[in-house]
């Protein structure tokens, strides 16, 4: 009995001290896929680092937005943040698509591991931008005999 309370008392000890990942998501790329989605790629935290069970990844992307200060002499221009939107994915996911964008538009995003005990080291920012439509037309012909 008083083994497991004793082992109890540890084991709660060193779940309460479990670490976080303490390196974000490997080699991660970003790639348009057309003018409205995105393809985000990375590999697995090292599981030496991961420093627990890992839970999964969360991507946060959002729109980069661009504006000018008029009124003053010099033309200011500042990044906005516009809806920042977070994907919650499997320990397993290496990918994610992005539908529905807006069209010729730069977006940031940024991917972390986490852990029962939280998030660990988040990746740099990086920024990518969806196509511009093609002003190309194409037709289908068919050839007769």
Avoid at 16 to 29: D, E, G, Q
Avoid at 105 to 127: A, D, H, L, P, W
Wanted: aromatic share 12%; glycine share 4%; hydrophobic share 40%.
């Amino acid at each position: 009995m008083l083994i497991n309370l004793i082992l109890s008392v540890l084991l709660s000890f060193f779940s309460f001290y479990t670490p976080v990942p303490s390196r974000a998501p490997v080699n991660i790329t970003s790639t348009n896929t057309s003018s409205t989605s995105l393809l985000i790629t990375w590999g697995h935290i090292p599981k030496k680092l991961v420093n627990g069970i890992l839970l999964g990844y969360r991507l946060f992307y959002h729109q980069l937005v661009r504006q000018e200060d008029i009124g003053s002499r010099r033309r200011k221009r500042a990044i906005d943040i516009v809806n920042e939107t977070m994907e919650t994915l499997p320990p397993n996911a290496t990918f994610l698509r992005i539908f529905n964008l807006t069209k010729f538009t730069n977006y940031s995003f940024r991917i972390v591991g986490f852990t029962s005990k939280g998030e660990g080291k988040m990746s740099q920012t990086f920024n990518v931008s969806t196509d511009e439509d093609s002003k190309l037309m194409f037709h289908t012909c068919r050839a007769t005999a």
